[in-house]
């Protein structure tokens, strides 16, 4: 009689934390194999948590990417705090991300504070390992070695991609046998509007600097496929929080804004496999940041 060697299904939910702008989107784009997640030099980049798939013959693992866990500034931080915070007791896997120092910084200290309570699997990976020498490496690995409720350290470049595959293989010894939440061609949970607009802020982030894209949001108000074209139609408003961030993100006889379209649609078109007629308007919506109205209407909610 032969014996049955075939594996059971796995599946589960998998937290990316961090500080801001250490890498955690382009990781999971890395794992994703595909750009799903914006990226940029910026912290705040991620606001919302993003739910991505990663489904094989034997898994599925659904990875959530989270805002940067920083000290809130104002009521938008408050909401993108507890919007990491909150996935660390409701997922299968932490996956704790840091850069590659020889000291534990006050930031890292304390999202260590906040998992050391935690009955949650921790898996520290030290990002951006193709930036510094191997014996910087080492430092890094020995400052988080007395921290025993980390389950294993895994160094990696979300950039290329060294270390993904040995990340997965760690990630799916900690799940149980599990039903799949998704359909094995779904690879996001958000709207295609949502990330459409995520694209076009993304452009903001890329394009200006200081305080202007911190403060912008972006609204999708009308997203349609042409009946007689292979075409899309889509209208978004970018809101800002002062009249002088408005000028800015015009620009001189509307070039920035015709840079941040033309940009934006690129990306739009190859996210969506189809021409595009991207339509941009620029709105003052002040201090929308500290407002809870506007926060909702714009969908930053719990």
């Known amino acids: 009689m032969h014996k049955n060697t075939e594996q059971p299904f796995k599946s589960g939910f998998i937290s990316i934390i961090g500080r801001p702008n250490v890498g955690k989107s382009t990781l999971l784009n890395s794992i994703m194999g595909e750009k799903l997640v914006i990226t940029a030099n910026k912290p ?11 489904t094989d013959a034997d898994s599925q693992m659904v990875f959530i990417d989270t805002p940067g866990m920083h000290k809130p500034k104002n009521k938008l931080g408050d909401f993108m ?5 909150d996935t660390i007791s409701d997922v299968d896997v932490v996956l704790f991300l840091v850069e590659p120092e020889d000291r534990i910084g006050p930031g890292d200290q304390y999202i260590l ?3 050391a309570g935690s009955r949650t699997p921790v898996i520290l990976i030290i990002n951006k390992i193709d930036t510094v020498p191997k014996e910087e490496l080492l430092k890094t690995i020995a400052a988080y070695q007395d921290y025993t409720f980390l389950d294993s350290i895994i160094p990696v470049s979300a950039w290329n991609g060294d270390g993904v ?3 997965l293989a760690a990630i799916k010894k900690h799940l149980e046998p599990g039903p799949m939440y998704f ?3 779904m690879v996001v949970d958000q709207s295609e509007r949502f990330i459409v607009g995520e694209l076009i802020r993304e452009k903001v982030l890329h394009l200006l600097k200081d305080e202007v894209p911190h403060g912008v949001a972006v609204e999708v108000t009308k997203m349609k496929a042409r009946e007689d074209k292979n075409i899309v139609d889509i209208d ?8 002088t961030h408005k000028g800015i993100l015009i620009g001189k006889q509307g070039s920035m804004l015709k840079k941040i379209g033309t940009y934006a649609r690129k990306d739009i078109e190859f ?3 189809t021409p595009v007629n991207l339509q941009l308007w620029v709105k003052v919506r002040a201090d929308w940041r ?3 109205y506007d926060l909702k209407d714009l969908g930053y909610t719990e």
């Open 44 to 54: 705040q980049t991620t606001r919302n948590a993003i739910r991505c798939i990663h």
């Open 81 to 85: 705090l507890k919007s990491a915070e």
């Open 113 to 115: 504070d906040k998992l």
């Open 165 to 167: 595959q040995e990340l």
């Open 183 to 185: 359909p094995p061609d």
């Open 236 to 243: 978004a408003t970018i809101f800002c929080e002062r009249k």
């Open 271 to 273: 996210f969506l496999k």
């Open 290 to 292: 500290e407002k809870t």
